[in-house]
């Protein structure tokens, strides 16, 4: 299947914490699955184009943690080898290794509550740079556990870790195999991230609104289909 075609609806909610408005996957919200009750709402472009990009598993899997960690191992694969995370300042302050580690550090926590295992996998061409992310994730665990007074507890971190570097391995493999060239999955993320970022520019945002997605292969596109619903619907009418 072409990764690059594709058609998916997207609304407008406000994320619960941080009181902004984002874009939420249907797909993800009819599915449910979060680490604390909330879906993820994404605020910009470069998040959507993650979620449509790197979550090698379809959206409807999306907010698990097991699906994250691969999703961490497709994000390497697409943007972390060409140290190509972020285009707007903000990662060019971090190693890529860093910038990936915070997520996985993160996770932690969540994993505790929805335990799983992962299948040994294969050793991937990554794994130095995968190794070296977990180094420094094992690191912040530690600092924050041992900072807000509790007794860490190594031989489960280890264990997340061991689980984390194979989530990732996996998740690489799966976006390889998807997108063989890795500066055409590169170039395609970016070709996306540039086209819908109009969608967070234009005056029908507000919370409710839908907006398609979609990419035929060699385009992406946009609309809201809540408007275009609304002109069906009078134009049935009359």
């Avoid at 590169?186 to 919370?207: A, H, K, L, P, R």
Wanted: proline share 2%; aromatic share 12%; net charge negative.
């Amino acid at each position: 299947m072409n990764p690059k075609i594709f058609s998916h609806i997207f609304v407008v909610m406000e994320d619960p914490e941080k009181g902004e408005e984002g874009l939420v996957s249907v797909a993800q919200r009819r599915a449910g699955n979060s680490h604390d009750g909330d879906v993820t709402v994404m605020s910009d472009a470069l998040g959507v184009t993650h979620d449509l990009v790197e979550h090698v598993n379809g959206l409807s899997q999306i907010g698990t943690v097991h699906d994250e960690l691969e999703a961490l191992g497709a994000i390497w694969v697409t943007r972390g080898v060409h140290a190509d995370l972020r285009r707007d300042g903000i990662g060019r302050t971090q190693s890529p290794e860093n910038y990936l580690s915070s997520d996985v550090s993160r996770m932690y926590r969540y994993w505790l509550d929805e335990y799983f295992e992962f299948e040994d996998q294969p050793e991937s061409d990554h794994d130095e740079s995968f190794e070296e992310v977990l180094r420094l994730a094992r690191t912040d665990i530690l600092y924050y556990i041992e900072d807000g007074g509790d007794e860490a507890d190594t031989e489960s971190i280890d264990e997340y870790l061991a689980h984390c570097l194979n989530g990732m391995r996996l998740g690489a493999a799966k976006q390889e195999e998807r997108f063989p060239d890795q500066f055409d999955a590169n170039n395609f993320f970016w070709e996306v991230v540039e086209e819908i970022t109009g969608i967070f520019q234009c005056d029908y945002y507000s919370q409710g609104i839908e907006y398609v997605i979609e990419s035929d292969g060699e385009r992406v596109s946009w609309y809201n289909k809540t408007l275009q619903d609304e002109y069906e619907y009078y134009d049935e009418e009359e």
